[in-house]
Structures are given as C-alpha cells and as structure tokens.
C-alpha cells in the first residue's frame, strides 16, 4: 500500500469511527423519549435531567478514569487497565510520528457513547422515586469503574476473557461482539439493583400484593423513542467492526445489519401476540419493548450467526423479555421500564445465543469454538459465554448492592413520599413539563 493510500484508509477509519459514535450518541435522545413518554407526565423533567446529566457526567468520567480502566495500554493486567496510556486519554497527536489521523481521539468517543448508554439503562429502573443526587453518584460509580472493568475483562487486548487477547484468555474468549453483556447485562443488573433497594413507587402494589396499573402519559414518545433507538443501533452493532477502510469488514457490517433486522423484528412480533393472548390488547409498549428486546438479543452475535439464526434469537428473545418482565412483577420489585427484562435478561440470552448459533466460518473465538447447533470442533463456544454471564452479574451485582446499600444507609437514595406523591417535577424542578393552563382572554 503506498503512502497516499495508507492515508486515505486512515482518514476512512477514523471518520467511520465517528460517524458510529454519532449514531450510538444519538441514542440518548431515544432513550430520553422512551423513558420520558413511560413515566407519568410529573415526572417528566425528572426523568430528562437525568438523562442529559448522564451524558455530560458520563463524559468528564470517562475521560478521567473509564477509559483508563477498559483500555490501558500493552502492560495491562487482564482484570483492569493498569497502563497510564488512555488515563485522561494520554495521546500524542502534537508529535512528528503520530500517524492514526485520530483514530485514537474517536476511540474514546465511540467507548464513551457505550458508556453512557450503561449508565442510561439504570435510569428507567429506579425511575420516579430516586433522589438526583443518588442518582448521580450511582452514575459516576458505574462509568468511572464498574462498567469499565466489564469491558476491560470482556474487549480489551490483554483482558481475562477477550477473544481479542493473544496469550491465554479463558476457554479462547468470549464472543460478545457489541456487548449484550457488556453494556446491557451491566446496566440491566445495575437497574434491577437498584429497583429493589428503592422499593416500589406508592400505589404501585395493592396491599395484597397485586400490580397496580401505573401507565406512562405518553405512547407517542414511546414509540418515536423507540425508532431512533433502533436507528441508534446500527452504529452499536455495526459500528462495532471499528474499521472498514483498512479491513475487509465491510461485509461484517452488512451482515450485521442484516441480523440487527431480523432480530428486531421477530422479537417484536412475537412479543405483541404473547401480550395479546393475556391481556387481548395489541399493545404498543409491548411491540416497542419487543424491539429492544430483540435488538439486546441480538447485540452479542449478530456478526457470527446467520439470518435465519437472527429471526430465531429475536423469536425466543421477544418471549423471554414477557416472561422475565411478569417474573419481576411477581417478584413485587418495581421497574418501571422493564430495564432488567430488556436489558439484562434479554443481554444474558444474547450472551448464550452466541455459544448455540455462532457459524463455524464466523467465531473469532481463539480455540475456534462456535454454536452446538454447527457439528465441528470442540469445545463448544457455550461454556465461555456461559463463564462470561456468571462473572459479569456477580461483579455487577455485588458492585451494586454496595453502592444502592450505601446509598440507602446515608438516607439519600429515594425521595420523600409527599415529593414523590406530588412529582418531582413540581417538588425539585421548577415546574410542569407541559403548561396545560389556559391563556387569559383577551380584552
């Protein structure tokens, strides 16, 4: 490759990069709407402050300490980032020799826009009755170290159990390729977490028990919401190639759009007729979840299985999700989003799609391994991704409890009950999302 062509490939990857960033930022906006419109209308400048702060704390964080931790340098240990080179993003782009063309600057971006959309899961869980102030310091723990670590273990060179790791990753590394277990377990964990220290929102169980119904204020937001983040998704998935100038991943990233699809969309539908055999609604939030639901199924594998095996995780990932959202319910934990059935349910069985439909051609797994569903080598991919799921929720887990715990002896996790009865948005921010009054008449 002569200089001229280097440098265009190098330009290439770098704006590619950003460009996946973008759309995996744009995510937030879609989360906003889709945990605004769910949330009851006084509560909803509660629910986006939490949202915009997320990003702009997530950002300062991130810089300082997260991407330090999940990508050090070349004398990392394998459990965290221990080298000093992307701590405060050390680079060197001021030198005669620096030849990335700032692939290094839209790798921090590209990482930071997986971050924040961690931290964002957590909010739908512990939403309408957390104090901000909780809610951010819980927010700085998670993108500071917990999160991090996750990704270090699971993405980075010299992590536990990356496939990425050329010396002796566990059982050749896992295959989470976008990160159903590294973003959404993470912040489906976080969120069921905190869901059970905050207890559930007044009224939303009956005195003997049952679920009271605790409807959002607005379908249109939901769904709007839920489009964009779908939009989002095709910089996570595809975006995740990190390259396509300098590789031939292209048809990686086609292929992964494919399965992004079909994934969505089987999910979706299977949900709805699940929901509609119980309640004989055809019922928009369900359809909406679905589609998370099935884009979360799909994250960990959708470079390594085939069409067909897309439709089929998005099939049981639909299912799923309605089964684990009435198990929370039974359980009598309050999580007003479903972030622990879309985000961390749905992310362990994306984890374990991988080890059953993993293509044989497509496993970057250091041992060859692939799905049990493809006759070949041994050892199947599942014990790996079976390893990956029970490390993740015990870190996470564990990292939580003591955070939410903390949190809930200090007297600063939720707010007072005549707050949350009259809405935070009237008790802590200034007023009324919607100005519903109506203007004086004219003289």
Not at 237 to 256: E, I, P, W
Not at 297 to 318: D, K, L, Q, R
Not at 431 to 437: F, I, N, Q, R, T
Request: proline letters at 3%; aromatic letters at 12%.
């Amino acid at each position: 490759m002569n200089a001229d062509a280097a440098l265009f490939t190098a330009k290439g990857d770098t704006f590619y990069l950003i460009w996946a960033a973008v759309l995996v930022f744009f995510m937030q906006c879609g989360f906003a709407m889709v945990e605004a419109g769910t949330v009851r209308a006084k509560n909803t400048k509660n629910i986006l402050i939490k949202n915009l702060l997320d990003a702009c704390i997530g950002a300062l964080i991130w810089f300082a300490t997260g991407m330090g931790i999940a990508f050090g340098d070349s004398t990392d240990s394998p459990y965290f980032g221990t080298g000093v080179g992307n701590y405060a993003l050390h680079s060197r782009d001021w030198s005669a020799s620096y030849t990335s063309e700032g692939y290094d600057w839209a790798t921090w971006f590209f990482q930071f826009t997986f971050a924040a959309t961690a931290a964002t899961i957590v909010s739908g869980g512990v939403a309408e009755r957390c104090a901000l102030s909780a809610y951010l310091a819980y927010s700085v723990a998670l993108t500071g170290f917990v999160y991090p670590v996750v990704v270090h273990l699971v993405w980075d060179s010299e992590g536990l159990l990356s496939a990425f790791n050329s010396g002796s990753p566990v059982l050749g590394g896992v295959i989470d390729f976008a990160g159903s277990g590294v973003v959404h377990m993470t912040g489906g964990i976080a969120a069921f977490v905190g869901a059970i220290f905050l207890g559930p929102r007044i009224g939303r169980f009956s005195a003997e028990g049952k679920p009271m119904p605790m409807p959002g204020h607005s379908s249109v937001l939901q769904s709007l919401g839920v489009f964009i983040l779908w939009l989002g998704w095709y910089g996570f998935n595809g975006g995740s190639t990190l390259a396509v100038f300098s590789s031939a991943y292209s048809r990686d990233l086609a292929r992964v759009c494919v399965t992004t699809t079909l994934g969505a969309a089987s999910a979706a539908l299977t949900s709805v007729m699940i929901a509609h055999q119980f309640t004989h609604v055809w019922d928009v939030s369900a359809v909406g979840n679905g589609i998370l639901a099935g884009l979360v199924s799909i994250t960990a594998n959708c470079v390594v299985i085939e069409p067909w095996a897309a439709i089929v995780i998005g099939m049981f990932g639909g299912a799923i999700y309605q089964g684990a959202s009435k198990l929370v319910l039974k359980m009598k934990v309050d999580d007003p989003l479903d972030a622990f059935a879309v985000h961390g349910v749905c992310g362990a069985w994306g984890l374990v799609a991988s080890g059953v439909f993993c293509r044989p051609e497509y496993s970057y797994n250091g041992l060859g391994s692939h799905g049990f569903v493809y006759p070949g080598a041994q050892p199947d991919l599942l014990g790996i991704q079976i390893v990956t799921f029970l490390i993740i929720t015990i870190w996470v887990g564990v990292c939580s409890t003591v955070i939410f715990g903390s949190l809930r002896l200090a007297g600063i996790l939720r707010v007072p009950a005549e707050v949350e009865e009259a809405g935070m948005d009237v008790s802590k921010h200034g007023g009324e999302a919607y100005d519903l009054s109506v203007p004086p008449a004219k003289a």
